[in-house]
């Protein structure tokens, strides 16, 4: 293929690897040759914005190891060239996480090149549309929900927390959850606008958190069986003191702290466990397997209604602004193809 074909490059403007907090993004005309060295090369259908995206894009978090550098920790598109016996021309094929995007060239491009060995065969069950509907968000919820099962949570044992119900992890983790047979509670700051749309992503309950008195004690009234954390901070700290016996908290983000300020009360009176949910090195095995049960058992009837908007890649730099200041809904698709 000799044809140029559009990417997004992030850079600095002295190419200093260690300046993130004046990353510059240019969509250009790029070449195979830019491209690193890789087993296959994949026709690119569509990417997605994640906070670890909106983060990369805007500089605003350490996420790039090296530069220039194309962003996009998410692809699915179709094999257009192959040196691997694993995969041949025209197989469907996604991949997310893995370290694309943040130490290799990743999916905001027209095509990638990639190792074998961290790309998954599409389901037959997911277009690249609704593979990238998941993407990391999804593919996070999901892996959440395994480890809490893995340490017994089950829909009889109570209702489900998911805090920052919004974005796109929290709204994807409410209809996997609903999808399981779970009761739900969605925890967020915008109920006025968004509290139909939680109600139909499978939320149960709906509460606006605006006003909550974060003051805890060390151990408080039970209220959930688990809970699946966005946010971090003094949100999570009032989480753990009022899980049930046994119960799990997945924490899976930061938007409001990396802090922690709690006691070990509730890991040692009640057996509470902290989990932490890291998709990006998944191990394989369990990656497909995930993949696998989110196309089918896992999958809401109304995937498409968790897309709020597609883009292009000329409007991605203003959409992780969005992201960043926490004013999307549900998940941004990139349209490649």
């Known amino acids: 293929m000799e044809k140029p074909f559009r990417a997004l490059w992030a850079n600095t403007p002295e190419s200093d690897t260690n300046d993130h907090a004046h990353i510059q993004c240019e969509v250009r005309e790029t070449e195979l040759h830019e491209l690193p060295a890789g087993d296959i090369l994949v026709k690119t259908e569509y990417s997605g914005i994640n906070y670890k995206d909106a983060l990369a894009l805007t500089g605003k978090g350490k996420i790039l190891r090296r530069l220039p550098l194309i962003p996009g920790i998410d692809v699915a598109g179709t094999v257009a060239e192959s040196r691997s016996p694993l995969f041949k021309e025209g197989d469907p094929v996604l991949v ?44 996070t919820a999901a892996l959440a929900i395994h480890q809490m099962e893995l340490n017994g949570l089950r829909p009889e044992k109570g209702e489900v927390l998911v805090t920052g119900a919004t974005g796109g992890v929290g709204s ?25 749309w939680l109600y ?4 149960a309950k709906v509460t606006d958190i605006s006003d909550l008195d974060l003051i805890t004690r060390p151990l408080d009234s039970v209220v959930w069986a688990g809970a699946i954390d966005n946010v971090g901070g003094d949100i999570l700290r009032y989480i753990l003191p009022r899980i049930d016996l046994w119960g799990s908290v997945g924490s899976i983000g930061l938007a409001q702290s990396e802090k922690l300020d709690t006691t070990v009360f509730p890991f040692i009176l009640r057996g509470v466990n902290l989990l932490g949910v890291s998709s990006n090195n998944c191990p ?12 089918s058992s896992m999958k809401p009837k109304n995937l498409d209604h968790m897309i709020s908007k597609e883009v ?26």
Request: glycine letters at 10%; aromatic letters at 10%; hydrophobic letters at 40%.
């Open 96 to 139: 997310n996480g893995s370290n694309m995007g943040e130490t290799f060239c990743g999916g905001f491009s027209e095509y990638v090149r990639l190792p074998d060995d961290i790309v998954i065969k599409r389901p037959d069950a997911l277009s690249a549309r609704e593979a990238m509907a998941f993407g990391t968000a999804g593919f």
């Open 172 to 196: 994807l983790a409410l209809s996997f959850l609903n999808r399981l047979g779970y009761e739900t509670e969605a925890w967020t700051r915008r109920k006025n606008q968004h509290e139909e």
């Open 200 to 203: 139909s992503c499978g939320a």
């Open 284 to 295: 394989f095995g369990l990656r497909q397997e995930l993949w696998k049960k989110m196309a």
């Open 312 to 337: 292009n890649l000329d409007n991605l730099l203003e959409e992780a602004n969005n992201v960043i200041a926490g004013e999307h809904l549900g998940r941004i698709l990139v349209k490649l193809s």
